[in-house]
């Protein structure tokens, strides 16, 4: 078993940034790719970022390419998401997510998932 837990979330403006972490803890997920995926109100959730496990391939939605960063400390078993660029669009809950591989985790096929950290961006 793996426990994700999302922190970072907030209120922000439109433009600015945030910087999400996921806390993994249970089993080492230096094996596993992980990802990040958000939910609006009244939307499905939807995949944002992927990275594979060592943190030297990524994948990202359209939406957020070159705005969000996805990174990775095995050691510390920390996933994180830096979002610059911030739009009102952006707003929702925010989860992390494990998977076998980057191509399972991009398709939402994941394993283990975190509660979710809550992303407000004001226009």
């Known amino acids: 078993q793996v426990q994700l837990v999302e922190s970072g979330g907030g209120l922000v403006q439109a433009g600015g940034s945030l910087r999400l972490s996921c806390a993994a803890s249970g089993r080492t997920i230096s094996s596993y790719a992980m990802g990040w995926f958000r939910q609006a109100p009244g939307k499905e959730r939807e995949f944002v970022a992927a990275i594979n496990w060592g943190g030297g391939t990524t994948s990202y939605a359209d939406s957020v390419k070159g705005r969000f960063t ?51 961006v004001s226009s």
Do not use: F, H
């Not at 990775?72 to 998401?81: E, F, M």
């Not at 669009?89 to 096929?109: F, I, K, M, P, Q």
């Open 70 to 120: 996805i990174s990775r400390d095995n050691a510390k078993q920390t996933l994180y998401l830096q979002m610059n660029g911030l739009k009102p669009e952006d707003a929702g809950v925010y989860y992390c997510a494990v998977g076998s591989d980057r191509r399972t985790v991009l398709n939402g096929r994941c394993d283990y998932w975190g509660q979710g950290t809550q992303v407000t």
